[in-house]
């Protein structure tokens, strides 16, 4: 880890030797070498001022030093343990590190103000002013989301929370764990730090087999719509004891899903490489349309709020791409793409040349490679064919 001073006079360095360094940065002379951790340094920072100096380490330490006397002013004990980033605010007068948890320190003094677990996920309430997270102690956890205040923490996951999702309403939060349960928890929307125990009043708990990947409320809050990695989608009606509809066609692990603004269509990505579009009456809804081309997982899904019949994707590959479903008569939908970045092939899945002639053989062996041809294309009889590929792409 490497930070320039803010002169940009000087670097500091942390390494695996357990030791940090300060140098010039315009001649490249070491300055000066800290030593006292005994693990790796993971994480190093000057203070805004340039006097000081925090260092993070794999020793479950953060070290204080003075930046020109090189000394150790302080050291700071993450009861977590390994410690893997560090930094000041901007006035100098916090030092937040990561451990798992996030904690606050008073530089001066070396004192642990404050300690929050790190949030694996997060999202706004539709409504009021209220963030839920959940956090790597299994926790669901709410937030204040004008002034960052604390509210409640709520707790009955025995694993890793890895979903967790406001109904459209703000009046539910939805969270889903690695054991395949789901708590449903009612919400007081008028609530503060005075009435915290209220937010876990009434719980609602329903387990199955399948580990819980996503999940995403219908537009009206009757419904949840669930990921998994058996693979497949469940779909909840709220008013019953547990999911009653699966969907399956998928061949990987749920990564997203998403309802449509109107209700009538879910969006799925999976790491099959592949979106898919389902829709159909509420007890019995199939697959209408494959979305491929992709080199990795479908990682992110999302509806355009605005524009009806209009989502985005977001691959493992690097790709982001807009598609709009063009018609949607009763079994036949169409879905093209608008724009995409960062596709790094173009996918002719499903393709197929008929009628073309003069083709080279390397040309029509490519193609017959790729499933795009019939037997219907002729060759070129002269030439190999090597110099027009290009052309014929």
Not at 43 to 55: E, L, M, N, Y
Not at 94 to 103: C, D, F, P
Not at 153 to 159: F, T
Not at 287 to 312: D, I, K, Q
Request: aromatic share 8%; with cysteine.
């Amino acid at each position: 880890c490497i930070t320039f001073s803010p002169n940009n006079r000087h670097l500091v360095f942390g390494y695996r030797d357990m030791t940090c360094q300060v140098w010039d940065s315009f001649s490249g002379q070491t300055l000066l070498v800290l030593e006292g951790h005994t693990n790796w340094v993971d994480s190093v920072t000057f203070s805004p001022c340039g006097k000081q100096i925090a260092s993070a380490s794999c020793d479950s330490t953060i070290r204080l030093w003075s930046s020109e006397a090189g000394e150790c002013l302080f050291v700071l004990n993450s009861p977590e343990g390994s410690v893997s980033s560090v930094v000041y605010s901007a006035d100098g007068q916090r030092l937040v590190s990561n451990s798992g948890t996030i904690r606050v320190w008073e530089p001066k003094t070396g004192v642990s103000e404050a300690g929050w677990v790190t949030p694996r996920n997060i999202a706004f309430s539709p409504i009021g002013k209220l963030i839920v997270s959940s956090s790597i102690d299994n926790t669901v956890c709410l937030w204040n989301s004008s002034s960052g205040q604390f509210i409640s923490r709520l707790s009955g996951h025995g694993n890793l929370i890895t979903c967790c999702t406001f109904s459209p309403d703000g009046l539910h939060i939805a969270s889903g764990d690695l054991d395949g349960i789901i708590r449903l928890w009612d919400v007081n929307t008028n609530c503060s730090s005075s009435n915290a125990q209220e937010l876990a009043s009434k719980v609602r708990t329903v387990t199955y087999s399948p580990k819980l990947r996503s999940m995403a409320y219908s537009p009206d809050g009757q419904r949840l719509v669930l990921g998994t990695d058996a693979p497949s989608i469940l779909l909840w009606d709220l008013q019953l004891d547990k999911p009653d509809v699966k969907m399956e066609g998928h061949t990987g692990t749920m990564k997203c899903v998403a309802f449509s603004p109107c209700g009538k269509w879910i969006l799925s990505g999976s790491k099959d490489k592949t979106a898919r579009l389902w829709s159909g009456e509420v007890d019995r809804l199939s697959c209408l349309a494959v979305v491929s081309g992709y080199t990795r997982a479908v990682s992110s899904v999302a509806w355009n709020p605005v524009v009806s019949m209009e989502f985005v994707t977001g691959s493992k590959d690097g790709s982001v791409r807009v598609w709009r479903i063009s018609s949607a008569e009763a079994g036949d939908v169409s879905v093209r793409m608008l724009w995409g970045s960062q596709i790094g092939r173009l996918c002719a899945v499903g393709l197929t040349f008929k009628g073309a002639v003069g083709l080279s053989l390397l040309s029509h062996k490519l193609l017959v490679q790729r499933g795009a041809v019939d037997e219907s294309l002729s060759l070129r009889e002269e030439g190999s064919g090597v110099g027009d590929i290009e052309q014929e792409k």
